[in-house]
Each structure stands twice: as structure tokens, then as C-alpha cells.
Nanobody, 121 residues
Framework: QVQLVESGGGLVQAGDSLRLSCAASGFTFSSYAMGWFRQAPGKEREFVAGLNWSGGNTVYADSVKGRFTISRDNAKNTVYLQMNSLKPEDTAVYYC??????????????WGQGTQVTVSS
């Protein structure tokens, strides 16, 4: 069955970096767009970043543009989110997702369980 397993979350200070990973299995990874979403306490889930099957096209939320980088390794069935210059407002549960269109949040259909990222000030 489809599995998306996130890792790499943790507690860091403002200005630090983290790299999230998401290992995929159970579907043809290289055929899917991949994305990262996040949900902070009391808030709706929001789209963070997405990339197409090859990694050649990416899209970012304005709030993370210039600080976060999404990438993928199709040989390893893994997608990454490099997060630099972290801010307290980046605190959330981060979810990995697979879908059919990298820039449309509604087109993501497979989801991981999430990993917590906490940024202290």
C-alpha cells in the first residue's frame, strides 16, 4: 500500500536549519508530483512547496520563498525539504504528500503522518 514516512523534524532555535525527508513506497514515485504542507495549532493546513515528477519545476508559498528548498531523488523514492533561517511562525506539523499536479494543493491525494517542527525564539 501507499506509504509516505516523514523524518527530520525537531526542536530548533530561530535562525537554524532543518532538513525534512519523506520516504515513499507503494506507488510509482517518479510519476507523481510531490509536496510539503504544514499545519500549525489552531490553523488550517497550508501548502508549503511542491515540485513536479522530475524536480525541474517547483513552487513555494510566499511565506517560505527564499528560505525553503524542495527537492527529490527518484532513485531513492525520497523528497526533501531544506528549511533555512527558521522562524517561530514556521512551527507546525509538516506533511509530505503525493499528487498529480505539483502546483495545485487540491490535487494531492496521498499523505504522510507528519513530523513536528518547533522553532523557539
Amino acid at each position: 500500500q501507499v506509504q509516505l514516512v516523514e523524518s527530520g523534524g525537531g526542536l530548533v532555535q530561530a535562525g537554524d536549519s532543518l532538513r525534512l525527508s519523506c520516504a515513499a513506497s507503494g506507488f510509482t514515485f517518479s510519476s507523481y508530483a510531490m509536496g510539503w504542507f504544514r499545519q500549525a495549532p489552531g490553523k488550517e493546513r497550508e501548502f508549503v512547496a511542491g515540485l513536479n515528477w522530475s524536480g525541474g519545476n517547483t513552487v513555494y508559498a510566499d511565506s517560505v520563498k527564499g528560505r525553503f528548498t524542495i527537492s527529490r531523488d527518484n532513485a531513492k523514492n525520497t523528497v526533501y525539504l531544506q528549511m533555512n533561517s527558521l522562524k517561530p511562525e514556521d512551527t507546525a506539523v509538516y506533511y509530505c504528500a503525493a499528487g498529480t499536479m505539483y502546483a495545485q494543493a487540491s490535487k494531492y491525494k496521498y499523505w504522510g503522518q507528519g513530523t513536528q517542527v518547533t522553532v523557539s525564539s
